[in-house]
Structures are given as structure tokens and as C-alpha cells.
């Protein structure tokens, strides 16, 4: 049983005038912080700000780089070259470390954003191109896989610091991939039910998929959404339930 | 007498399809590169290449940040804020030195273009906010001020490593400003008079105003424009005449 | 005394995932739409909205176009050409006018928005420059100008149909001007009151400026602010108080 | 045997201090200019100066609309919904059409540029929205399809008026669609090859294809490319011909 988690959430994806999400509420019951970069979300001054709140909080901050697309949240695929995935990447993880720099906190993840992670869900060269440039950026970083995918491989074959995560309030299949968003009721907006989840993963190494199936998973990082209405609640819950169960919530660097 | 000086020039100002400059003909005639970060011209490709062809000739590297103004190539003055300018330059100077990392050399200087820069020159709060960003960045970063601008006494104020820079191909005025480009001629585009221009400043200490006066100086960086019919030429004259006085073009930061 | 008068509203700055104001709530109290075009604000998706729910509810739409600065919102100043400032609101006309055509409406009018409206304010050519893009554009389409600026003038000397604008909502001097947002109390907040200035200068073709000096006024449009905590009950109390003074809200260009 | 045809190229794809193109020698030898509207190329600036010199030469304008995908040049596909499409090329239309109204041109066309074109070729539902966009836009305007695509029959089911093209510097295969880009020796650069293409499609009513296939054509617009290095050879070449024999080059449109 494991005595320590980490919970990752999404954060920073305000722009310009434009407010996204709770992040001030959020920030109190993650451990690390997955911060917009500036191309799907996120500009300089919310990066700023971000990571100011990030250190006072004692989160850790991690970049999360997405397609250049902020008219659409990079949440549609785009064609790019694997070349160009590799720069894209470098390039915002460069953004984001150098505010972590400014306040005297490493840079201690990424994880790729929208369409980009999706397709890294599934493309092995997409995730290699990912890998390289977390890898190139920084030997320690860790590049945060989501738990059952080509992500895992991509991470082997180039050599960077892998962390698997596994989604509190998302519901599996019985082979261990994420229910289509698309199928009604896929993301868990019921904190007793996605803390009980959490505990399920962390406690007793698994998750149950929809059909009953016991799934087996060992994530170090749980993925929890920032921005739905019950947000805050399920944050609250889980982490009530793991402090009960003396599971520490600790930024998956440390 | 200096027995060594640097010549920085501005690189990396294409844009996808778009080819601005004569970067790898420039390259061999510079010690550092002013690296464009993509926000008045250049993007992660361009950066990518630019840094890595900085790298095999040798040539150290530096961010060349500018306005969030692509459209006007960063020459057309925006109104920010000193906490704006100074997250925009955090941001393109990280976004930089990622490819810097990635290649294994450090970011060796920042130096502001177009409209940021000549409001630098003049206004003492906006210099000191590039100087903020700098330090804070790096605190071995060095800023590079224009020579006899108020950009030395931020850097003294905010206390950032400062290299002083003239221009071998621009016409002074005899208070060690610059001829405003608006007048005619301001710009020098004869090798034999910008190299006698570079000589002088380098080995007298001083240059010659439109009106005669002698002008002293003590630069550790010479200023070459990249993007001129004559830049190659002038480059190469400079760099002859600066070999036959025993004295080498060597990075600011060595 | 009036028998009719317009009230016109900025609407469509939403853009992406980023929702900004209470359109479809304001749309039931204003007769003219101030659409953003795309530049400070608003995207394709969010104008075909727009012009679809402003034509179900018998408002009249304009361009509101702004500078290049979708990070700023267009509140920050640019020095822009005016040839520049000419292409640059031909272009967001047109696209908006798009949207009117493919909904059969034709475009009413056409008002700078944020920092190039307030150039527009105090600068006779920046003026100008914006009456020529409107008259090129459509010799029909007017030009909204506050009240005893030079905008005024620009539109006489360029020739395009012109409409003046006085605020429900905003605090004068007593030379007529806007007191500046930068003092405390300059919008007014409270419906009971701006709703009387807005009465006082439909009906009685003044406003009492701060220190109250009468200033005679004779607007064709009543701007109020759609983004204000109170901007609903503010509208609301308006329209209730025309309605009983038997004013009609009608569209500035009908 | 057709007394007339149509050449189209694709124009004003500099952007900002980018220059693209050699727009002044092409437009002497095109009658209808495909304009990029400000999204993977062109800016304000650029098409208000590309419809003045294309009426100045006396040469028709349409829309060249593409993703928002500046630096990709719209070269890369990207998931949009129809609806998005649809808005989209409202919006580039309308902000072209501004121009063509301020300088007294009607919009006679629209061509889809890059991948969104690449698209259209083959998808059906995303050549309807196209032309949806086209025909709400204006019911006159042309709908340019590629000759032997799906975007004839997308034009059919939408109703707009449709004029089919074909490539006079592009290999052929034997089914009527375009080799691919590939496979080396797709684009024609030798002016003889090329302009026996376009006389054989203008007077023979066919191409004949890599494999020696003739393919029956009837197009009434050649795409002639504007940015290879042979591109104002070519079109000098299939001028002179089609004036030898009697085949005027006249705008689609007319």
C-alpha cells in the first residue's frame, strides 16, 4: 500500500482578460500544478501569477504545453511534423521554467495538453517527440504518462523519468483505457464516488472499470479536472479520505 | 587598447514558410547572436536551427525579446505595463534558453529589439523591468545596454551584469546618441567606413560624431546590423581589419 | 424633445473557450450591437452567434473593431500608421459585415473600440482614418463619435454619415469630456442614477457634468457598459423610463 | 474549342515586413487572383495592396481562405467542426470583400488554400460547409472546385454557382486527381510542358495523364502556381499560346 500520492490538476488557463477555472480554490488541495504555457492557454502574466501561488502553496509546477491554438484550447489535432512537436515542446517547457525559475522552483514535469496528449495516448512517435524534448530540456524532469498507454513505452525507449498517472474522476475500460468522453456519464462528477476511486487506486492498486472488472494500476500521480462544477468538492473529499487513511498528498518530484 | 571585443548581431527572424536574413553567411562573422523568440519574428523551428548553427560556429547565444507584435515586427510601440514587460521578457528569454539547453550552452544575454528596445533607451522604469527579468532569470545573464542610455544606470540599479554596446554601422550624435534613423545617411553602409568606425571605437575609444566631435567610448560589444545589402561585406571588413590588429572577436560572456 | 433614441452596447467579446459578458440578457435592452471583430476580441463562431441573436431580436449591428492585441483586449495603446489603422478596420468591418450579410442585416455602423477609440477621441487624423475606412467600406454606414470630441469633425471633413454618442453611465466634465476612469466613481453604478442621466439628456438635451454645469448634449445613441455588475438593472430602469416618457428605443439607423 | 479561359493564382501571401511571391510580375499574366485574407498569409496591409494592383491590371478577385494556422502557412490539417469551417471562411471572405468594396471590385470568387483545400478535395461535408459559407456570403459569388473532386457535387447539393479548374503545371493520374506532390516530378516546372498542358485542356478538352491515359477536362479557370521558380516563365508561355490561338484570358466572372 502506498503511504504517499500525488494529485495533478490543470491550472493557469486564464488569458489576458479572460478568467478559466478556481485556481486559488484548486491550489489548496493539489500537490502539483500542470501550468498552461501561453499557446492553448495561459500568457506570461497568469504564469506569473501561477507560479507565485504554486510556491506559497507548496505545489510543485510542471509545464503543460498544447498545439498553437488558442481558438480552440488545443483541443483540435492538428498534423504537425514530429520535428515540430519537439520544438513546440521545448519551447513552452522553456516559457513556464523560466517564471519556476524567477521564484526558485524547478521545473518538475510535463504533461502534454488536449488534442497533443490524446494523440500521445496513442501514437508512439508523437510520445518519443514529447519524451526527447522533456528529456533534452532537463535530465531529472519527468514526463507524466497516463497509465496504460504508449506514453509508458515512449518514455523506456528515450530515456526520460516517468510518472504514470491515473484518473480520479474518469471512468475505465476493462482494459485500462479512459471511457470516450463522448459515452454519457464518463467523467465522475460524484465526489463520494471519485474519492472512493482514488482510495481504490492508491490503497488497493486498482480501479473498477464500468463492466465490474478489476483493473490493476500503480499510478504515483492522480489527475483530477480543475474546471467542472463539483471540482472542489471532489478535491475536498479525496483529500479528507487519504489523510484519513495517512496517505500523504506529496508532489511527485519529491 | 582592447586586445578583444564581441560582435553581436540579430539572427533568427523567419517565421515558418516566411526566410528573413542571411543567418548562415552572418554566423561566421559574429561572437553573439541576438536570438529572436518568437514573438516580433521567429518560432521554435527557427530557434532550433538558429541555436544549433550558433552552436557548431561557436557563436554564443542570447534572446532577443520583443512586443507581442508579429503583424509589426515588433517596431510599433505598445503602452504595457512594467509588470507586463517584464513577464514577456521572463517568458521569450526561458522559451530561448530551452533550445540553449537542449544544445548545452547557456543563454549568455538578453537584448531587447525594435520599439521595446528604443523605449529602453529613454525610459529608466522599462529598462529597470527588462533589467528585473534578466536578474531574476539568470543572475549571471548579462544585459546588454546601448552605451550612454539610461539602460546602464538601470542595470546598475537593479544590479544585472551589463555590457555596454555601440553601433559600428550607425552615424552618432556628438552627446553619444544615435542619429535618429529618420535622417538620411544615419546608417552606414560602406564596409571601409564601418570598419573604421569599429577600429576606432575599439582601439581609440571613441567615435567620431556627424559634426567632428570625438566621442568617447569603452565598448565590450560592437552592434553589426545583419540585414543590409552591405551587412556581409561590412562583417567581413571588420573582422580582417580587427584580425590585422592582433585583436579577436570573442562572446561578451568569456 | 426625442421621440426616439438608441442605446448601444458592446457584445461579442467572448472568444474560444473564454466567455466574457451577459449578451443574451443585455440583447433584450439595446437597439444597436457593437460586435467585436476578432482582433481584441471575439472569434467567427461567437460573431455568427452574435449577429443570429441580435437579428431574432430586432437589434441593428456594427463593428466594433480594436488594435491587434487579443492579450491586451485592446486597451493598450499602439502606434500604428493611420494607413495601418484604415486596413486595419476595413478588414474587421468586413468580416463582421459577413455575418450581418449571411443573416440579410446590413451593417449599421461602426465604433473604435478600448485604446484606438480613445486615440480616436483626442487625435483628428487617427479619426479620420477610421471615417475613411467606414465611407470606403459603405457611404451609407455611420460613424459613431462621442460627443465633443474631434471625432465629430473627422466625420464632416471625411464625409461619412455620423452619429453622436453620449454615456448613461459615465460621469462628464464640465467641457463636456468623460471624467477619466481614473477617478474613483467615474461610472456610475447605481441604475436611479444613471437612468436620470440618461432621461435628462433624451429629454431635456443636457447632462449635469460633476460639478454641476449644465452641458448641453443632443445624442442620437445612449452608450451603456454591458459588463458592469449592474449593467442589467441599469439597462432595465432606462428602457423602463423611456418606455413611461414615451421614447422609443429605436436603432440609430432607422 | 473554347474561345476563353480563366488563369488563377494565388496572391498576396506576404505578411507583415515577410514578403512572399513575385505578386507584380504574376499579375500581369493572370486574370483572377486567389487572395489570402489575413489567417496562413496576408495581412490588411498586403490586401489592400494586392486589390489595388489587381484592379490597376485589370484582374478579378476572390478569397483564399485557409486555417488559422499562420505558422503552418495552413499547411497543416486541423480538426475543425463544420461549423467552424463554415464561420471561418465567412469571416477571411468578408474581410477580403471589404477591400474589393473600397476599391469598387466585386468578390468573384473563393478558393480554399493548403490543407483546408486538400480537405475539400475529399471530404463532402467539408466542402459543403465551404460552399455554404460561399453562397450565404453571396449568392453570385464562385464556388472554385477542383474538376473530378467531390466539390462539384458539394456545390450541386448547396446550390452555389460552381466553375471547375484544372492545374496546367500539375501531373495528372489517370482517374482525373492530381498526383500526388510526392512523388518527384508532380509539379511541372518546364514552361513548354506546361503550357502544351493548358493549350491541350483549353482546345482538346483533355489532360493526358502520367500513364499516357487521356483524361476528358472542361474547366473553365487554369491554377497556375505563382511561387515556383519557373512560375513567370510558365505563365508568359501559356499566354503567348492561348493568344496564338485566339483564346482570351478573361476572368471567370465575367
Same mark, same amino acid.
Given at each position: 500500500?502506498?503511504?504517499? @500520492?500525488?494529485?495533478?490538476? =490543470?491550472?493557469?488557463?486564464?488569458?489576458? #482578460?479572460?478568467?478559466?477555472?478556481?485556481?486559488?480554490?484548486?491550489? =489548496?488541495?493539489?500537490?502539483?500544478?500542470?501550468?498552461?504555457?501561453?499557446?492553448?492557454?495561459?500568457?506570461?502574466?497568469?504564469? *506569473?501569477?501561477?507560479?507565485?501561488?504554486?510556491?506559497?502553496?507548496?505545489?510543485?509546477?510542471?509545464?503543460?504545453?498544447?498545439?498553437?491554438?488558442?481558438?480552440?484550447?488545443?483541443?483540435?489535432?492538428?498534423?504537425?511534423?514530429?520535428? *515540430?512537436?519537439?520544438?513546440?515542446?521545448?519551447? $513552452?517547457?522553456?516559457?513556464?521554467?523560466?517564471?519556476?525559475?524567477?521564484?526558485?522552483?524547478?521545473?518538475?514535469? #510535463?504533461?502534454?495538453?488536449?488534442?497533443?496528449?490524446?494523440?500521445?495516448? #496513442?501514437?508512439?512517435? /508523437?510520445?518519443?517527440? @514529447?519524451?526527447?524534448?522533456?528529456?533534452?530540456?532537463?535530465?531529472?524532469?519527468?514526463?507524466?504518462?497516463?497509465?496504460?498507454?504508449?506514453? +509508458?513505452?515512449?518514455?523506456?525507449? #528515450?530515456?526520460?523519468?516517468?510518472?504514470?498517472? +491515473?484518473?480520479?474522476?474518469?471512468?475505465?475500460?476493462?482494459?485500462?483505457?479512459? $471511457?470516450?468522453?463522448? @459515452?454519457?456519464?464518463? +467523467? @465522475?462528477?460524484?465526489?463520494?464516488?471519485?474519492?472512493?476511486?482514488?482510495?481504490?487506486?492508491?490503497?488497493?492498486?486498482?480501479?473498477?472499470?464500468?463492466?465490474?472488472?478489476?483493473?490493476?494500476?500503480?499510478?504515483?500521480?492522480?489527475?483530477?479536472?480543475?474546471?467542472?462544477?463539483? /471540482?472542489?468538492?471532489?478535491?475536498?473529499?479525496?483529500?479528507?479520505?487519504?489523510?484519513?487513511?495517512?496517505?500523504?498528498?506529496?508532489?511527485?518530484?519529491?
Amino acid at each position: 500500500m502506498l503511504k504517499r @500520492i500525488d494529485i495533478n490538476c =490543470d491550472m493557469g488557463e486564464s488569458f489576458g #482578460v479572460y478568467k478559466l477555472g478556481r485556481d486559488p480554490e484548486v491550489m =489548496d488541495y493539489i500537490s502539483s500544478a500542470n501550468i498552461a504555457c501561453g499557446w492553448h492557454a495561459g500568457d506570461p502574466m497568469v504564469m *506569473e501569477q501561477t507560479v507565485r501561488m504554486a510556491k506559497e502553496r507548496g505545489v510543485a509546477v510542471g509545464a503543460h504545453p498544447g498545439y498553437p491554438d488558442l481558438l480552440g484550447f488545443g483541443r483540435r489535432r492538428m498534423d504537425l511534423s514530429l520535428a *515540430e512537436i519537439e520544438a513546440y515542446l521545448l519551447y $513552452q517547457m522553456g516559457a513556464l521554467a523560466a517564471f519556476a525559475k524567477a521564484h526558485g522552483l524547478p521545473l518538475q514535469h #510535463v504533461k502534454a495538453h488536449g488534442a497533443l496528449g490524446n494523440l500521445a495516448f #496513442v501514437d508512439l512517435e /508523437a510520445s518519443k517527440a @514529447i519524451a526527447r524534448a522533456a528529456v533534452r530540456f532537463d535530465k531529472n524532469i519527468i514526463f507524466v504518462a497516463l497509465a496504460g498507454t504508449v506514453m +509508458v513505452q515512449a518514455a523506456k525507449e #528515450v530515456g526520460v523519468r516517468c510518472v504514470e498517472e +491515473v484518473y480520479a474522476d474518469r471512468v475505465y475500460n476493462p482494459d485500462g483505457t479512459l $471511457q470516450s468522453r463522448k @459515452i454519457s456519464g464518463s +467523467v @465522475i462528477h460524484d465526489p463520494e464516488k471519485a474519492a472512493r476511486q482514488a482510495l481504490m487506486i492508491v490503497r488497493e492498486g486498482y480501479v473498477i472499470a464500468h463492466n465490474g472488472t478489476k483493473v490493476p494500476v500503480r499510478p504515483e500521480t492522480l489527475c483530477v479536472h480543475g474546471d467542472t462544477p463539483s /471540482a472542489i468538492s471532489i478535491l475536498q473529499k479525496i483529500n479528507d479520505d487519504l489523510k484519513k487513511a495517512s496517505i500523504s498528498v506529496t508532489p511527485m518530484g519529491r
